[in-house]
């Protein structure tokens, strides 16, 4: 967890966003701390600014009621114009960050957690790690965009990159989608035949100077365009 309280508005957005899909594939509830981290995403950042901002116009209107010029008619006091919480963010109890950590702990203690899930929610370093025959893999999906696509979610372990194939059907061969060294990848390939959803299946090798190595990953799935 950042320090600074900005660092850690960030942290929280991301928190926020991956949680569910995480929480789904480890059997979890996250719905308390999702809300939990909403609130504080909008406490530490829109509210706190316009709070610091409130504050420094205060200063400034004292200064110069002790020591500006006469001759204007006019001085109202500051106002302070606080922001309302988005929409579906509400307050919660005391204790917000207190929960999540606990969360946290849950998540790594839970069966099927894997580092892939912890790099996403940024519980551990992307860069975490012994030894590892294969990259880890999730996948996501990307509905709603002008055209489906996938988000392929990666641990390398301190490789320099991996190194992604996909097929479309098990009876099809492999073929090379790209090398990547950042994750998420997102796969924008249009489906083969459009308006017509698909199955794709992925797998991944770590790649360093300019060549593949270590084992293929488990082959991961999913459905696109439906």
């Given at each position: 967890m950042p320090?600074?309280?900005?660092?850690?508005?960030?942290?929280?957005n991301n928190f926020a966003n991956q949680v569910d899909d995480v929480?789904?594939?480890?059997?979890?509830d996250a719905a308390g701390v999702k809300a939990d981290a909403l609130w504080l995403v909008f406490v530490q950042g829109a509210w706190r600014a316009a709070q610091r901002s409130f504050s420094k116009?205060?200063?400034a209107y004292l200064a110069e009621l002790h020591e500006g010029r006469d001759d204007t008619v006019?001085?109202?006091?500051?106002?302070?114009?606080?922001?309302?919480?988005?929409?579906?963010?509400?307050?919660?109890r005391f204790g917000a960050m207190r929960r999540i950590t606990k969360f946290v702990q849950e998540v790594k203690q839970a069966p099927g957690y894997t580092t892939v899930l912890g790099v996403r929610l940024r519980i551990i370093g992307s860069d975490y790690?012994?030894?590892?025959?294969?990259?880890?893999?999730s996948l996501g999906r990307m509905d709603?965009?002008?055209r489906?696509?996938?988000?392929?979610?990666f641990t390398k372990f301190g490789h320099y990159a991996v190194a992604v194939e996909s097929r479309r059907g098990a009876e099809e061969p492999w073929e090379p989608v790209t090398i990547c060294t950042d994750s998420p990848y997102l796969d924008e390939r249009p489906l083969r035949v459009p308006g017509q959803p698909e199955m794709r299946e992925y797998r991944l090798r770590f790649w360093d100077r300019g060549v593949t190595n270590g084992e293929f990953s488990n082959v991961s799935r999913i459905a696109v365009g439906t």
């Amino acid at each position: 967890m950042p320090k600074r309280l900005n660092e850690q508005v960030v942290w929280l957005n991301n928190f926020a966003n991956q949680v569910d899909d995480v929480a789904a594939e480890l059997n979890l509830d996250a719905a308390g701390v999702k809300a939990d981290a909403l609130w504080l995403v909008f406490v530490q950042g829109a509210w706190r600014a316009a709070q610091r901002s409130f504050s420094k116009a205060s200063t400034a209107y004292l200064a110069e009621l002790h020591e500006g010029r006469d001759d204007t008619v006019d001085n109202p006091l500051p106002v302070a114009m606080l922001p309302e919480p988005p929409p579906g963010v509400v307050a919660v109890r005391f204790g917000a960050m207190r929960r999540i950590t606990k969360f946290v702990q849950e998540v790594k203690q839970a069966p099927g957690y894997t580092t892939v899930l912890g790099v996403r929610l940024r519980i551990i370093g992307s860069d975490y790690v012994p030894e590892h025959a294969a990259p880890e893999v999730s996948l996501g999906r990307m509905d709603g965009a002008e055209r489906p696509g996938v988000n392929i979610y990666f641990t390398k372990f301190g490789h320099y990159a991996v190194a992604v194939e996909s097929r479309r059907g098990a009876e099809e061969p492999w073929e090379p989608v790209t090398i990547c060294t950042d994750s998420p990848y997102l796969d924008e390939r249009p489906l083969r035949v459009p308006g017509q959803p698909e199955m794709r299946e992925y797998r991944l090798r770590f790649w360093d100077r300019g060549v593949t190595n270590g084992e293929f990953s488990n082959v991961s799935r999913i459905a696109v365009g439906t």
